[in-house]
C-alpha cells in the first residue's frame, strides 16, 4: 500500500492563540524526525512567516500561484540547508506587502472558488509527486475564506485554542458549525495554559476538562512557556532548544500525528 | 468483405444501445425529480452558473454538501465515483449530482456512456 503525506491546516477562532508559533515548530518537529515538511503562509490578512523565519525577499508568493500567475515550484524556498538534520523544510510565503494584503481581502468569491482548486492540487502536486509527507497550512483566524478554503482542502484540522472565555466559546461554535459540517477530522491543541499540569494527575484532570468541552481529541497541552514569549518568535525550539519542555511537547504531538494516534 | 447478414446485425444492436442511452438518460432526469421532491425543493429552477465556493458549501444541506466535496476532491467524476468517497448508493449520488448542476454549481459533461460531473473553475468569470 502506497502511503501518502498528510495536509494540516492550524486554525484557530480568535488571533493570538499561537497558530504561527506551533506551525513553524510543529513543521521543524517533522523536519528533526526526518520528514520532508512543506509550511505554506495561508494568513494573507496578516502574513508572519516571511518575519519568523526571516525571509527578506521572495521572488514569487503564495498570492502568485492562487492568483493562476506562476506555478508551486516557483514560490517554495527551500531551507533544508538552515538545518542540521535529514529532513527537509520547504516554505511558501504570503506577500506582507500593505498593497498585497488589501488586494486578498478584496477577492470575489470566483476567485476563492478557483483558489480553493489551486489549494486541492497541492495534493497531488506536493504530497504524490513531490513525496512531501506534511503540508501545514498556518491559517488566518475565524471564519475568512483562505482559512475556510484551507480547512476544506486539509487531512486534519488543528485547533490552537486558550482558556479564553470568548475563544472557549467561539471554538466550540466552530467545532459544531465549521469542521463537523465538512466533516473534517479535528485535533485540538490547548496552548499558555496557566494551571500546573506538570503532575501526571494535573494533565490528567486537565484532559478530562478539555474533552468535556470540545467532545473532540486532544492532540495536546502546552503551558505558557517565559522562554517562549521571551523568545519574541525568533527562536524556532524544535531545532535550536530541542531539549525544552516546549519542543518535547511537539515531538510527543508530532508523533501522535505520525502514527495517527489521536 | 462484409456480408449483407453482418451490415443488418449491427443495426439491430445499434438501436438497442440508443434505447439504452435514453433509458440512462430518463432515469436520471427521474432521479432527480424524486430527490427534489423528496426535500420539498420543487421551486428549484435551472440557476445560472453559481460559484462552487467555501461559504457556498457550508450554506448547503449536508446531504448536497457530501456530494460537492467529494466532486472537489476527485476533481472529474463519475456518480460511481463519487458514491465510493461518501459511501452512498450510486443512484442516490447520480440524483445529488444532477440536482447540483440544476443549482448551476456543477457541470455534466457526457462521455459514451458515462457521464461526468465537475467544477467548472476555468470559465466562471
Redesign the interface.
Known amino acids: 500500500m502506497i502511503i501518502l503525506g498528510k495536509i494540516i491546516a492550524v486554525h484557530s477562532y480568535k488571533g493570538g492563540t499561537g497558530k504561527t508559533l506551533l506551525s513553524v515548530n510543529l513543521a521543524a518537529t517533522f523536519v528533526k524526525h526526518g520528514k520532508k515538511v512543506c509550511l505554506l503562509d495561508l494568513d494573507f490578512r496578516a502574513p508572519s512567516l516571511s518575519t519568523v523565519l526571516k525571509i527578506e525577499k521572495a521572488e514569487y508568493w503564495l498570492n502568485d500561484y492562487l492568483n493562476g500567475t506562476c506555478e508551486i515550484d516557483k514560490v517554495l524556498i527551500d531551507l533544508s540547508g538552515r538545518i542540521q538534520n535529514k529532513g527537509q523544510l520547504f516554505v511558501g510565503l504570503a506577500n506582507p506587502a500593505t498593497e498585497a494584503m488589501r488586494e486578498m481581502s478584496a477577492k470575489d468569491r470566483k476567485w476563492e472558488m478557483r483558489a480553493l482548486g489551486r489549494l486541492l492540487a497541492l495534493r497531488n502536486s506536493l504530497l504524490n509527486d513531490k513525496g512531501f509527507d506534511y503540508l501545514i497550512f498556518d491559517t488566518s483566524p475565524g471564519l475568512q475564506y483562505s482559512s475556510i478554503n484551507a480547512i476544506v482542502s486539509a487531512d486534519l484540522v488543528i485547533v490552537a485554542t486558550t482558556f479564553d472565555r470568548s475563544d472557549v466559546d467561539g471554538t466550540k461554535r466552530m467545532l459544531r458549525e465549521l469542521y463537523d459540517l465538512f466533516e473534517k477530522k479535528t485535533d485540538i491543541i490547548l496552548n499558555k495554559v496557566l494551571h500546573d499540569v506538570s503532575s501526571k494527575s494535573g494533565k490528567e484532570e486537565m484532559q478530562t476538562k478539555i474533552k468535556d468541552i470540545y467532545q473532540v481529541p486532544l492532540l495536546g497541552i502546552i503551558p505558557c512557556f517565559c522562554e517562549v514569549l521571551k523568545g519574541e518568535g525568533n527562536i524556532i525550539f524544535a531545532q535550536e532548544r530541542p531539549e525544552h519542555p516546549f519542543a518535547k511537547i511537539l515531538d510527543e504531538i508530532a508523533d501522535k500525528i505520525d502514527n495517527n494516534k489521536t | 468483405m462484409v456480408s449483407k447478414q453482418e451490415v443488418l446485425g449491427k443495426k439491430p444492436l445499434h438501436i438497442l444501445e440508443k434505447i439504452r442511452e435514453n433509458l440512462e438518460k430518463l432515469n436520471e432526469k427521474m432521479e432527480v425529480m424524486i430527490e427534489l421532491q423528496k426535500h420539498g425543493r420543487k421551486d428549484i429552477q435551472l440557476l445560472p452558473e453559481t ?8 450554506s448547503m444541506p ?1 446531504h448536497l ?2 456530494t460537492a ?1 467529494a466532486v ?2 476527485l ?1 472529474r467524476a463519475t456518480a460511481e465515483e463519487t458514491a465510493q468517497q461518501t459511501r452512498r448508493a450510486r443512484a442516490v449520488e447520480s440524483a445529488y449530482l444532477n440536482q447540483l448542476v440544476i443549482m448551476g454549481h456543477l457541470k455534466k459533461e457526457r462521455k459514451g456512456r458515462k457521464a461526468y460531473f465537475y ?1 467548472d ?1 476555468e470559465s ?2
Open positions: 460559484p462552487l465556493d467555501v461559504m457556498t458549501l457550508l449536508d454538501r457530501k466535496m472537489c476532491r476533481g467544477v473553475r466562471q468569470g
